[in-house]
């Protein structure tokens, strides 16, 4: 790249060093002034603090987005991101050069001992605006992608919270259980005693109640397990206590399949994402296309000329030399520029193959979910207003037959047990409905219990 030259005057490339020099500092001392009195003038934010006596699903929500290391990782990313714009749309650094020569170069109005330039590269008019468009389109990825690592925390709190909600409910049907197991033993014993039961049916009701203190002892532990795991995304301590915890009611779905379809390609992030990926890749096509465009420079040159030792002096001797620079590239190499935009072309079909590789994957899940879901509501409804009510009707007459001496012991003792399990299944769907629904709307990044008029 070939340069053309003008000078400047070392008087004023001094002056100009001395301003900068008084201007950083001038920068550098009223940030130091900005930050003392914000941090002067600041007071603490006390963070949010989970209630220790009866905590609900949004106080676990609220503080892990204040807490979970994750999401204030993906926080400080995206703000990373957001501060790149500045950087990439700026222009780039100018440069100073400083030629000094150790045997003076004589010239016609005397010796050159030094010479001092700058320059300035100037990008091709659109480049820049194209390239903050590309950091743009990447603070909006990483934005999503903050929304993305809230969503999955929140998933997985609601499906702890869930199963945290069923062990819990299923210690109380156990305890619950296991009182009235007790009450059976001693009836049946009294009833051996009197010659109404066979020993055998004593044996039965001794080996439910072990088998109900097997089960006290392991949703205990599985208690502490899911306690640990649920701490673990509140960023607590493993064994810091949880509360009673406020179950949400039963809310069905309010959405049709075909509609949580379309949802999910609008709200789902792991979509947009894709969709603004294939943005971008347009973009660095532009972008491509201009990096093949020249870029140029412009410069300012100086060259300090000292007093010639001449019998005759020329006209005006000494005078310093200024000259202006300016010059381009040359994008000469057509393989370098043609594989630049094939390169971006190939990725943006890449980028539109992978949305709808996703898009596909997406629904596929919602469709497994779904019947999931609706699996899971068709059992709650099958327990809830038959297969309990009948257990009920059915101990309730085990009992008045046993007692009227026209049924067995056995039978009473088998009622209770099927009641029990009935009890366990309806709190097990409870709570996979609750799991399979918060995946759900992490697959369409939307409530689906609640449907927003239009």
């Known amino acids: 790249m070939k340069i053309l030259k003008i000078t400047v005057s070392f008087k004023a490339l001094y002056a100009y060093h001395i301003c900068s020099v008084l201007f950083i500092l001038l920068i550098a001392f009223s940030t130091n002034v900005y930050a003392a009195s914000e941090n002067a003038s600041a007071e603490p934010v006390a963070k949010f603090a989970l209630p220790?006596?009866?905590v609900k699903i949004g106080d676990m929500l609220r503080y892990a987005y204040e807490n979970n290391p994750s999401i204030q990782a993906?926080?400080?990313g995206w703000k990373a991101v957001l501060e790149n714009y500045r950087v990439a749309t700026g222009y780039p650094d100018p440069q100073i050069m400083v030629t000094y020569f150790p045997q003076p170069i004589e010239t016609r109005l005397g010796p050159q001992d030094w010479n001092a330039s700058i320059s300035q590269t100037i990008p091709f008019p659109g480049k820049l605006r194209t390239a903050g468009d590309m950091v743009k389109a990447d603070v909006r990825i990483a934005r999503l992608n903050l929304d993305k690592t809230v969503r999955n925390i929140t998933t997985s709190i609601l499906e702890s919270y869930y199963e945290l909600g069923y062990i819990r409910e299923a210690k109380r049907i156990a305890a619950k259980n296991?009182?009235?197991?007790?009450?059976?033993?001693?009836t049946g014993e009294t009833a051996y005693t009197q010659n109404r039961a066979a020993f055998a049916d004593v044996v039965k009701a001794q080996s439910q109640t072990a088998q109900l203190r097997y089960d006290a002892l392991l949703l205990n532990e599985l208690e502490l397990t899911e306690s640990t795991r649920l701490n673990g995304f509140l960023n607590r301590s493993p064994d810091a206590p949880i509360g009673l915890m406020e179950m949400t009611p039963f809310q069905p779905v309010a959405y049709k399949l075909e509609d949580i379809y379309r949802l999910s390609e609008e709200g789902q992030e792991e979509i947009r994402i894709a969709a603004i990926k294939e943005e971008k890749a347009e973009l660095k096509a532009e972008l491509a296309r201009y990096q093949n465009l020249p870029h140029f420079k412009m410069g300012l040159f100086y060259a300090s000329i000292g007093n010639p030792d001449y019998a005759t002096m020329p006209d005006e001797p000494g005078r310093d030399a200024i000259g202006v620079q300016f010059g381009m590239t040359i994008?000469?190499?057509?393989?370098?520029?043609s594989g630049r935009k094939q390169s971006a072309l190939a990725?943006?079909?890449?980028?539109?193959?992978?949305?709808?590789?996703?898009?596909i994957e997406t629904r596929t899940n919602i469709r497994n979910l779904f019947f999931r879901l609706q699996n899971s509501q068709r059992l709650i409804a099958l327990y809830q207003d038959e297969m309990l009510p009948q257990a009920v009707n059915a101990m309730e007459t085990?009992?008045?037959w046993f007692r009227e001496g026209e049924g067995s012991f056995t039978d009473f003792v088998e009622t209770q047990s099927a009641l029990y399990n009935f009890e366990l299944s309806l709190a097990r769907a409870y709570a996979d409905y609750g799991k399979h629904l918060s995946r759900l709307e992490k697959l369409c990044g939307k409530r689906l219990t609640v449907k927003e008029e239009k």
């Open 398 to 400: 085990a009992e008045t």
């Open 52 to 54: 220790e006596e009866k």
């Open 74 to 76: 993906a926080r400080q």
């Open 331 to 337: 994008p000469l190499w057509l393989g370098k520029n």
């Open 178 to 186: 296991s009182d009235l197991l007790k009450l059976l033993r001693k």
């Open 347 to 359: 990725a943006t079909e890449k980028a539109k193959a992978l949305k709808t590789a996703r898009i």
